[in-house]
């Protein structure tokens, strides 16, 4: 496993990147939006311009962006704060993760309003839960509500 990620950087640069991005030179523009230093300031702005348009289309088509990137950036910051080593070793099941990112995201199409477990659960969970990431892609997209259930049993 140690080989392993000694070797990221070489075998899958761009995943290496997206863990460190200032590791190979990228500077932050926003809290997400890291470029090369060496890119104008003009191409800067032109750049920030285009990523505020897709965030509109992304949101235009899907009515609910601001969900969407809650979601995406709980799992950033879990993986940040649990390390790329830990992570890798299972150190959180993917229905944890994916569930706690339903409960930040505070997502209406697998949480009931409410204050409590009982309240906001919209789906039990039932039996053993996807504990691998690459079981619970595939998992994921046969099962409906799965995101809630993980939501609940985070909850519980």
Known sequence: ??????????????????VCPSCYGLQRVTGSLFVDPAMSVEDRTKLQEVVALAAVQVADFYGS????????FSHVELHAQIGVF??????????????????VADDPRYLRPG????TRCS???????????????????????LYAQAACRVMR
């Open 123 to 145: 789906a039990e969970p039932g039996g053993d839960l996807p504990s691998s990431p690459f079981k619970w892609g595939p998992a994921a997209g046969k099962t409906p509500g």
């Open 86 to 103: 830990r992570l890798l070793m299972g150190a959180i099941p993917a229905w944890f993760d994916e569930g706690l990112a339903v409960i």
């Open 115 to 118: 204050t409590t477990s009982a």
């Open 1 to 18: 496993m140690i080989l392993a990620i000694g070797c990221l950087p070489f075998l899958s640069p761009a995943v290496a990147a997206y």
């Open 65 to 72: 962006f601001d969900h969407l990137l809650a979601h995406e």
